[in-house]
Every structure is written in structure tokens, then in C-alpha cells.
């Protein structure tokens, strides 16, 4: 096992790591739209208008319309810029030190109070994409990973 200290990690990542979240991100949003577009399909055409009150209930009790949270904003990706380019520049740094590991285990990185659920998702994806098994690990408050040398 190597263990490697990170000095560069502060860099800017590259143009390309930037590109393929973009594509990460654009590809959640797509999903979520759909989803969203199934669901009001399907309450609209509920044979009864108990079904239809369920759905539209349910649904949108849970905010799935087009001001849904699970749908990200300008303001959401402004308010995470720096968050995210650690997350891209460690993924860069991840792939070049972890390519040809048998595994990988990374402490889960935890989402802030306010951060979006599909920006947490990408960032997660960005993380391990492209890379040998992944297992990402979360203890209570605590780190879970030791090395001993």
C-alpha cells in the first residue's frame, strides 16, 4: 500500500475534468426531467380523481415539479464552486494515483446543510468514475480509514 501526500491538490482542475462534469451534471438534470414529466403524465391520466389527488399530492408534496430542488440553479452550482473544484481536482488526483489499485477506499465526503442532493450525487460520481472498484466509507463524525506503515 502507498500512501502519497497530496501538495498539489489546490490546483485548478483541468479544462477536460470540468467538461465531463458539465456532462455528469447536464445528464442528472435530463433524467430528473423526465421523471418529473412521467409523473405528471401519470397523474393526468389517473382514471379517478382519487388516483389524480394522490399523485399530484404526493408528488408534489415532494417537490417533484419544475422548482424541484432535485434540479440544480445557477445559483446552486455559485454557491458550490469551490466545493466542486476541490471535488474535480481530488478525482484528477484519485485517477492518476489509483488507475491501476485493485480497489479504491475513500472517506465519504459529507454534503453540506445546503447542498443540493444531485450535486452531491455528481460530485460522488465524478469522484469515482473511470476507476478500479470503488468502496466509499463514512463513520459517525469520526475517520474510518487508518494506514499504518
Known amino acids: 500500500m502507498t500512501v502519497a501526500v497530496l501538495k498539489d491538490i489546490v490546483t485548478h ?10 456532462r455528469i451534471l447536464a ?10 414529466s412521467r409523473i405528471q403524465s401519470a ?16 408528488y408534489h408534496h415532494h ?15 455559485r454557491a458550490n464552486q469551490d466545493r466542486t473544484t ?14 491501476e489499485a485493485a480497489a479504491v477506499f475513500m ?5 453540506g446543510e445546503s447542498t443540493p442532493s444531485a450535486l452531491y450525487l455528481a460530485w460522488l460520481d465524478v469522484l ?11 463513520g459517525n463524525q469520526e475517520s474510518v480509514l ?3 506503515s
Do not use: C, I, M, N
Request: charged share 25%; glycine share 2%; net charge neutral.
Open 86 to 99: 476541490f471535488h474535480l481536482r481530488l478525482s484528477e488526483v484519485v485517477r492518476e494515483k489509483s488507475s
Open 13 to 22: 482542475p483541468s479544462r477536460q475534468s470540468e467538461e465531463e462534469f458539465g
Open 146 to 148: 487508518t494506514f499504518y
Open 43 to 58: 397523474a393526468t391520466a389517473a382514471a379517478s380523481p382519487s388516483a389524480s389527488a394522490f399523485f399530484s399530492h404526493h
Open 128 to 138: 469515482s468514475r473511470k476507476l478500479p472498484p470503488f468502496l466509499f466509507v463514512r
Open 27 to 36: 445528464h442528472a438534470q435530463e433524467r430528473t426531467l423526465k421523471k418529473v
Open 107 to 111: 472517506t465519504l465526503p459529507l454534503p
Open 63 to 77: 417537490h417533484y415539479d419544475h422548482q424541484s430542488p432535485h434540479l440544480l440553479t445557477e445559483e446552486d452550482l
